[in-house]
């Protein structure tokens, strides 16, 4: 079948490793084959190649658009080496096998993520050479070793200098992560075009009629919820370094499944806020928050809300965490403290702790992600996040005579921010800054306001009363009323408004309406 040589084809865009690829490959006597800035880029660092246009006797043609889509190329990739009528068609036309492919693709995403890129810009970054090269050498993976990632050059080239070949299972371990890379490719591909052209929006939808979700494994985590349950992070492939998946940890021992639910939600929550803010969750629902002039207050008095939860919780801070309040914290045990930072000094303090974990993550949520996704049997649920603000003063009605203090209409609107982050039905009492009681979960509204109080550590009266969503019945207000709450905050829009306006009336409440429910299930 011709030449006796081993024969290696190298065609890559990203050149990591490249020039040693090249004279490792010489040193074992490969002939390399490649193409357009790939083989310059060899021949500047001294290594010889063979132009795929010497092999296939046809140039390189319309903007290198067309170069080794070519049988003399594809045959060699494709012929099944220990079939006789494929090795006969390859002596009769003169196609010498290729034993090894290095390909990687144009930077397509990379492309498409740059500010003010054109259309046309974009599908010249569609590599279509480098797929079928790759996919015809995965295909043929019992004769080809095929390698897409530069990280995998030392494993395949290590073995070949110490006098080994590339086993079955690694040429086949190797050709699923080349199909992989083929589909993700085809899928950011997808998910570009139907960007441009608004699939689904054309039927009056948000989504497209397939969905796929490019995620790539962080790490396997020990357990998940419970201990017979596994579990792992993911992290979506591509995505920016934001959010608590790309959180940096500082200190501690591994992050747990439970640990991460409860983090990102302390993350999302603090993250509302441009003043300084503590939240503290426990069990996924947060057990305090509170604004403050300094970290050290604010957790001080979210720590307060609900002393018995917040112990083993998780703490968020939207600034940096300074020695003071790192004092504070090292004086209960804490599971997780995610901020944008810790100064030296309460690095010292928290790092004393062994059982602490410290997340840093710069900026505010970061996350970015254009959907959430639930889980149900048999399928997915897909919606858009919840991203609406907490609402202006200005924006607010007031529906009541009696009008609330500006301090007032602060701790309303700093109830409901809250509130969008617990579990429905959710009621939040709040007082300068500070959770006073919180009401999660419940299956009646009612039962929420009476849990808010039950849970409350300091006096409610003065309080103001947020509520995720309508009251349908008067008997939330009055028992609001039992509390000594003296307004409240809520989206409005129940059939029986009226009603629960007049109970506000009656226990000379104030009531804004925000028109925006936060229900989380």
């Given at each position: 079948m011709?030449?006796?040589?081993?024969?290696?084809l190298?065609s890559?865009s990203?050149?990591?490793g490249?020039?040693?690829?090249?004279?490792?490959?010489s040193?074992?006597g490969f002939?390399i084959l490649?193409?357009?800035?790939?083989a310059?880029f060899l021949r500047?660092n001294?290594?010889?190649v063979?132009?795929v246009?010497d092999?296939?006797?046809f140039?390189e043609?319309?903007?290198?658009?067309?170069?080794t889509?070519h049988?003399k190329?594809h045959?060699?990739?494709?012929g099944?080496?220990?079939?006789p009528?494929h090795r006969?068609?390859?002596?009769?036309?003169?196609?010498?096998?290729i034993?090894?492919?290095?390909?990687?693709?144009y930077?397509?995403?990379?492309t498409?993520r740059?500010?003010?890129v054109t259309?046309?810009?974009?599908i010249?970054?569609?590599?279509?050479?480098?797929?079928?090269m790759i996919r015809?050498?995965?295909?043929n993976?019992?004769?080809?070793?095929v390698v897409?990632?530069?990280a995998?050059?030392?494993?395949?080239?290590?073995l070949?200098?110490?006098?080994?070949?590339v086993s079955?299972s690694l040429?086949?371990?190797?050709?699923?992560?080349?199909?992989?890379s083929t589909?993700?490719y085809?899928r950011?591909i997808?998910?570009?075009?139907e960007?441009l052209?608004?699939?689904?929006?054309e039927?009056?939808?948000a989504?497209?009629d397939r969905?796929?979700?490019d995620l790539k494994?962080?790490?396997?985590?020990?357990?998940?919820?419970?201990?017979?349950?596994?579990?792992?992070l993911?992290?979506?492939?591509?995505?920016?370094?934001g959010?608590?998946?790309?959180?940096?940890?500082i200190?501690?021992?591994?992050?747990?499944y439970?640990?991460?639910?409860?983090?990102?939600?302390?993350?999302?929550?603090?993250?509302?806020?441009?003043e300084?803010a503590?939240?503290?969750?426990?069990?996924?629902?947060p057990?305090g928050?509170?604004l403050?002039q300094?970290?050290?207050?604010?957790?001080?008095?979210?720590r307060?809300?609900?002393?018995v939860s917040?112990?083993?919780g998780v703490?968020?801070?939207?600034?940096?965490?300074?020695?003071?309040s790192?004092?504070?914290?090292?004086?209960i045990?804490l599971?997780?403290?995610v901020?944008?930072?810790?100064?030296p000094?309460?690095?010292e303090?928290?790092?004393?702790k062994?059982?602490i974990r410290?997340?840093e993550?710069?900026?505010?949520?970061?996350?970015?992600?254009?959907?959430?996704?639930?889980?149900?049997?048999?399928?997915?649920?897909?919606?858009?996040?919840?991203?609406?603000?907490?609402?202006?003063p200005?924006?607010?009605?007031?529906?009541s005579?009696?009008?609330?203090?500006?301090g007032?209409i602060?701790?309303?609107?700093f109830?409901f921010?809250?509130?969008k982050h617990?579990?429905?039905n959710?009621?939040i009492?709040?007082?300068?800054?500070?959770?006073?009681?919180?009401g999660?979960?419940?299956?009646?509204?009612?039962?929420s306001?009476r849990?808010?109080?039950?849970?409350?550590?300091?006096?409610t009266?003065?309080?103001?009363?947020?509520s995720?969503?309508?009251?349908?019945?008067r008997d939330?207000?009055d028992?609001?009323?039992?509390?000594?709450?003296?307004?409240?905050?809520?989206?409005g829009?129940s059939?029986?408004?009226e009603?629960?306006?007049a109970?506000?009336?009656?226990?000379k409440?104030?009531m804004?309406?925000?028109?925006v429910r936060?229900?989380r299930h």
């Open positions: 011709g030449s006796s040589s081993r024969r290696a190298v890559v990203d050149k990591t490249l020039a040693s690829l090249g004279k490792r490959l040193s074992l002939e490649s193409t357009g800035g790939t310059r500047d001294g290594v010889t063979t132009d246009s092999v296939t006797g140039p043609i319309m903007d290198g658009r067309v170069k889509l049988p190329i045959g060699a990739l494709l099944r080496r220990q079939n009528s006969q068609a390859m002596e009769t036309h003169g196609i010498h096998p034993d090894f492919v290095f390909v990687n693709l930077p397509f995403s990379e498409v740059k500010p003010g259309v046309e810009e974009a010249e970054q569609i590599d279509i050479g480098g797929p079928s015809s050498s995965a295909k993976h019992e004769s080809v070793t897409t990632d530069p995998d050059y030392d494993r395949v080239l290590s070949l200098e110490s006098g080994q070949e079955p040429r086949r371990e190797l050709a699923v992560k080349a199909f992989r589909s993700e085809d950011l997808v998910s570009y075009f960007g052209s608004g699939l689904g929006e039927k009056g939808e989504f497209p969905l796929e979700v494994l962080q790490q396997s985590l020990r357990y998940g919820e419970n201990p017979h349950q596994k579990a792992a993911y992290r979506y492939a591509g995505g920016n370094e959010g608590v998946a790309g959180a940096r940890k200190w501690g021992k591994e992050m747990s439970n640990n991460y639910l409860d983090t990102d939600a302390a993350w999302k929550l603090v993250s509302e806020f441009s300084t503590v939240v503290i969750v426990k069990h996924n629902n057990c928050v509170s403050g300094s970290v050290l207050e604010a957790y001080q008095k979210a307060d809300t609900d002393p917040s112990f083993g703490v968020a801070v939207n600034r940096p965490v300074d020695q003071e790192a004092q504070e914290m090292a004086r045990f599971e997780v403290v901020a944008p930072g810790f100064t000094e309460a690095k303090i928290l790092t004393r062994k059982d410290l997340l993550i710069p900026g505010k949520t970061g996350s970015g992600e254009p959907f959430e996704i639930r889980t149900i049997s048999g399928g997915v649920l897909i919606q858009s996040p919840d991203t609406t603000v907490a609402p202006e200005s924006s607010l009605k007031i529906v005579e009696v009008q609330p203090t500006p007032q602060r701790d309303a609107v109830a921010a809250v509130g617990v579990k429905s959710a009621i009492l709040a007082k300068e800054g500070v959770t006073v009681g919180i999660a979960g419940q299956m009646s509204r009612v039962d306001v849990l808010s109080g039950m849970k409350a550590t300091r006096p009266i003065g309080s103001v009363l947020a995720d969503a309508f009251f349908p019945f939330g207000i028992e609001a009323a039992k509390l000594g709450v003296v307004g409240i905050i809520q989206p829009g059939i029986r408004d009603e629960v306006l109970a506000a009336r009656e226990h409440m104030f804004i309406l925000t028109g936060h229900f």
